[in-house]
């Protein structure tokens, strides 16, 4: 399983980015069985942080409380293909945001770190204020 991100760069705050996250490796028999997608990220000096993650079993989604109301999950027309949308970016957003994946079926927390087998190279997203 490969995961490629994109999208980081540098952006005010109260502006806005859209990360892509294409996995290969999986079957269709696998998304149909449940992968869960993740999007997680580290800033200086701070340990990674979960902030999101949706199931490819039933759509299924869940964010950590410091991204709620500004940051959306959804899956492109190819269950490959995970986008997260974030709206409204402070400066304490910045971070190297990072795409993992595992297998699962609904999600109903946001997974923890060890919970995932397969992860990117993560992309930078520099907000300033």
């Known amino acids: 399983v490969q995961i490629v991100e994109s999208g980081g760069g540098s952006v005010q705050a109260g502006g806005s980015l859209r990360l892509s996250c294409t996995v290969s490796?999986?079957?269709?028999?696998?998304?149909?069985?449940?992968?869960?997608i993740g999007w997680f990220r580290q800033a200086p000096g701070k340990e990674r942080e979960g902030i999101s993650c949706?199931?490819?079993?039933?759509?299924?989604?869940n964010y950590a409380d410091s991204v709620k109301g500004r940051f959306t999950i959804s899956s492109g027309n190819a269950k490959n293909t995970v986008y997260l949308q974030m709206n409204r970016l402070e400066a304490e957003d910045t971070a190297v945001y990072y795409c993992?994946?595992?297998?699962?079926?609904?999600?109903?927390?946001?997974?923890?770190?060890?919970?995932?087998?397969?992860w990117g190279q993560g992309t930078q997203v520099t907000v300033s204020s």
């Open positions: 993992a994946a595992t297998y699962g079926t609904q999600v109903v927390v946001v997974l923890e770190e060890n919970e995932f087998d397969y």
């Open positions: 949706i199931s490819s079993y039933d759509g299924s989604t």
């Open positions: 490796g999986f079957t269709e028999r696998d998304y149909g069985i449940g992968v869960v």
